[in-house]
């Protein structure tokens, strides 16, 4: 029951934060609204991680990879938050719901063993994207450019996939605590802080609502997908990606985001693709 509960909270909060970043990315530039993210992040997890001290097995080697997680995910998130800003929710969301095809496809560069059948899901991922990707000439009328957005989504993913593979190598040896309040505190080193400083940090009265509602719902969804995960990192995994699916049925409802047939096969084939593989590999 823990794992089920803990995927859906995650993929619920995590639905909520692309929703709500998908607002705000429009109202102040996407740069603003991942620096105030970042620091919202740094200041929710540090209380916890420093009263704790420093663990043990915070050495040289995990520090490394930590900050590089933070960079990652510092640009990946920008493409996502860019995407956003030009697509349309249910374009981008499923698109960067791959990440973990992406860690998958690495870790199996990296010589581990692919399950059964992922390969045919990696092709059905594949073709997903391509099929969602697709735009016509309404596109533009409408204000989006989903070929574009899709791109940048495509970009996001690869990022978050590394990242996703990267934290892999110290994830088992830190509290996870550690392991969320490390890359955003380089978030906030590499992004907010220069944008501060360059006096290029913007926020508006509108924005302010959708910015906090992303940085929160996104440390909680990571923090139902930690604690899921020890009844269960599959099932956790299986429905926590599927916060795709919600952003894009949210975006529905609520912004009146219309796809084209074709792109719907494709998300379609991408929320498969995704909830399958990552079945197999966990």
Request: net charge positive; hydrophobic share 55%; aromatic share 6%.
């Amino acid at each position: 029951m823990g794992a089920i509960l803990g995927g859906l909270g995650a993929a619920a909060t995590w639905a909520v934060s692309t929703l709500s970043t998908s607002r705000s990315s429009k109202l102040i530039p996407p740069s603003s609204v991942l620096a105030f993210v970042m620091l919202l992040g740094a200041v929710l997890t540090a209380p916890l991680a420093l009263t704790g001290g420093i663990p043990d097995g915070l050495d040289g080697q995990a520090l490394a990879w930590l900050v590089t997680s933070g960079l990652v995910n510092v640009v990946g998130l920008l493409f996502a938050y860019t995407a956003l800003r030009v697509g349309k929710v249910g374009v981008v969301s499923p698109i960067t719901s791959t990440q973990g095809a992406v860690a998958a496809l690495l870790a199996v560069v990296a010589g581990e063993a692919i399950e059964p059948g992922a390969g045919v899901m990696l092709a059905l991922i594949a073709t997903g994207v391509a099929l969602a990707s697709l735009s016509s000439a309404t596109d533009r009328i409408d204000g989006t450019d989903d070929r574009r957005a899709s791109m940048l989504a495509m970009g996001s993913a690869a990022l978050f996939g590394f990242g996703l593979y990267v934290v892999g190598h110290v994830s088992d040896g830190l509290p996870v605590v550690w392991v969320l309040f490390v890359p955003r505190l380089v978030g906030v080193i590499a992004l907010t802080v220069p944008l501060a400083v360059l006096g290029r940090l913007r926020m508006t009265r509108r924005a302010l609502p959708f910015v906090l509602l992303s940085g929160v719902c996104e440390i909680a969804g990571l923090a139902c997908f930690s604690i899921g995960s020890r009844d269960s990192i599959a099932v956790t995994a299986i429905l926590s990606s599927q916060f795709a699916a919600l952003a894009a049925v949210g975006a529905y409802v609520l912004f009146e985001e219309r796809l084209r047939r074709i792109q719907v096969a494709g998300v379609v084939a991408i929320l498969v693709g995704v909830a399958v593989l990552t079945g197999l590999q966990a």
